[in-house]
């Protein structure tokens, strides 16, 4: 290779990073751009996809500043997105129509109570990969074309395209070969039939959505187009983007995780914890499948279930309860008593995910006392993180027979030595924390270079950089266990609770 760097662009739903990498694996550049979200109704959540594209923009011109290099040095780009939170343009000018509607949102639950009435939505799960929620952008755009004038009068023209942020991206910021996106971000609308490898004709036609504003799925390494990079100085370029992938999928890849079995979860505005299966597609209700990548001619599968919002959840403690100053503190309060005095919280604040997929659950407290304060709270918080794994972990043993020895950690509160612990020992299992933590955007790096030859297989890929902090589990099988069980009995109240509160 004759220009010595990659760049590898993680757009999350909380803001954009960008990383400068060389052929060892090693950061030279990083930068992060914080991205607001907008509330212009209750339940409503949404983004400007101009400052998400200038956001991303500003990262890459501040990441190659750090690294010290030109534009023209940059041999390929990756791009790992948020899914679900889909973007909607203007084909022949790439003008955004719309406000991103995130996967936050829940303006659709009414679609949700329709689609109960639909002689195929038995299907959807196993043709899908998961169950339609509030979140899904399909429910987004059925949404958008009976209520938004510009997205429909653009699908009536046939001048309409839809796509999650990456392909956004290389629309506002470069020039895309044509309308794509990786197999694992098309899943992740909600509208293609990942086990027949096309979008579900069917479903279409109930939403609404037509088939030629859609992307065209293709394999995780492909020509996906250029995107235009400038560095602080000026001097710019046209860097190819050689590799896209969804970003839960990038960080199971980033990992390491790519034998069956190995597990990773990371923490972000949820926490999803992904288990790598190898070429087959397990056939499950309860634990979402999906594409992981296609990568050397291999088309991989993996198991995913997240929990409710964590970084939200916090953010919420923060800007709105104002119960902590930063996410720092919420270690040092939850470190600053030996337990919860009795206290749980469930953080469901957009309802419940795998196995409940309850999306009119809300968040609670459970057992206050007037000798609580914000420190137990802290403390119940992080240890609902651990619970809600626990469930999961369960769920994928139960109902897919795989088995997680070890689970590796990174984002968010794995920051936190406390939080750490506080999972291991709730798990009872030994946890793994990497030194290097932007693992997400490092790793659509790694799948940029094999998109541009720098190695010749995945095998040849070099390892995470830095060591490992290994956390095991010291709390008692027994104890373990009793806390669990008050964790279940919360989750069936809180269910109660949303069940009631509907009906009223």
């Not at 760097?5 to 909380?14: A, H, R």
């Not at 602080?232 to 992938?245: E, K, L, T, W, Y």
């Not at 972000?268 to 634990?287: C, H, M, P, R, W």
């Not at 920051?415 to 924390?433: E, F, K, M, V």
């Amino acid at each position: 290779m004759s220009k010595p760097f990659l760049l590898g662009i993680d757009q999350g739903t909380s803001g954009s990073k960008a990383v400068i990498l060389d052929r060892e694996g090693q950061v030279h550049g990083y930068a992060y751009r914080p991205l607001d979200r907008l509330y212009p109704q209750p339940n409503w959540v949404e983004q400007d996809p101009d400052a998400v594209a200038c956001g991303v923009a500003a990262a890459i011109t501040e990441a190659i500043g750090k690294a010290g290099i030109r534009p023209d040095e940059i041999a390929a780009c990756g791009i790992t997105s948020q899914r679900n939170t889909e973007f909607v343009w203007d084909r022949r000018d790439g003008r955004s129509l719309a406000q991103a509607i995130t996967w936050q949102d829940l303006r659709v639950q009414p679609l949700l109570d329709d689609l109960k009435r639909w002689p195929l939505a038995a299907a959807a799960t196993y043709r899908l990969g998961y169950p339609p929620g509030p979140y899904m952008a399909a429910l987004h755009l059925a949404w958008r074309l009976k209520h938004q004038t510009a997205v429909r009068e653009a699908a009536h023209s046939h001048d309409l395209q839809v796509g999650l942020s990456a392909a956004w991206l290389i629309r506002a910021l470069g020039r895309p070969s044509a309308h794509l996106m990786d197999a694992s971000l098309v899943q992740a609308t909600g509208l293609y039939d990942f086990r027949q490898q096309a979008y579900w004709a069917e479903w279409l036609d109930w939403l609404g959505v037509p088939a030629d504003a859609l992307p065209t799925a293709v394999p995780t390494i492909h020509d996906f187009g250029t995107l235009h990079v400038s560095a602080p100085d000026g001097q710019s370029a046209d860097v190819p983007v050689r590799a896209m992938i969804a970003d839960q999928q990038s960080a199971l890849f980033g990992h390491g995780c790519r034998t069956p079995g190995a597990a990773e979860c990371t923490h972000g505005t949820a926490s999803y914890v992904k288990v790598f299966l190898g070429e087959q597609a397990a056939e499950q209700d309860n634990i979402n499948v999906y594409y992981a990548w296609n990568v050397d001619g291999r088309q991989t599968y993996c198991l995913e279930a997240p929990t409710t919002v964590t970084g939200a959840a916090i953010r919420w403690l923060r800007d709105n309860a104002r119960l902590i100053d930063s996410y720092e503190h919420l270690s040092e309060l939850a470190a600053a008593v030996p337990d919860t005095g009795g206290m749980m919280v469930v953080p469901a604040f957009t309802g419940l995910d795998v196995p409940y997929n309850d999306g009119r659950a809300r968040a609670t407290f459970f057992g206050m006392a007037l000798g609580h304060d914000r420190r137990h709270i802290a403390r119940a918080f992080l240890e609902s993180i651990g619970y809600q794994i626990r469930t999961i972990l369960e769920t994928i043993t139960n109902e897919a027979g795989v088995q997680v020895e070890q689970l590796l950690v990174g984002g968010g509160v794995s920051a936190s030595d406390l939080a750490c612990q506080i999972q291991a020992d709730l798990l009872g299992l030994p946890l793994l924390r990497p030194t290097f933590a932007e693992t997400t955007a490092w790793a659509a790096g790694l799948l940029a270079g094999l998109g541009a030859n720098v190695w010749p297989n995945a095998d040849a890929l070099p390892p995470l950089p830095g060591a490992h902090t290994r956390f095991e589990p010291m709390m008692a099988a027994s104890v373990r266990d009793e806390g669990y069980g008050r964790w279940l009995r919360a989750i069936e109240l809180v269910q109660a609770w949303g069940e009631t509160t509907i009906k009223r």
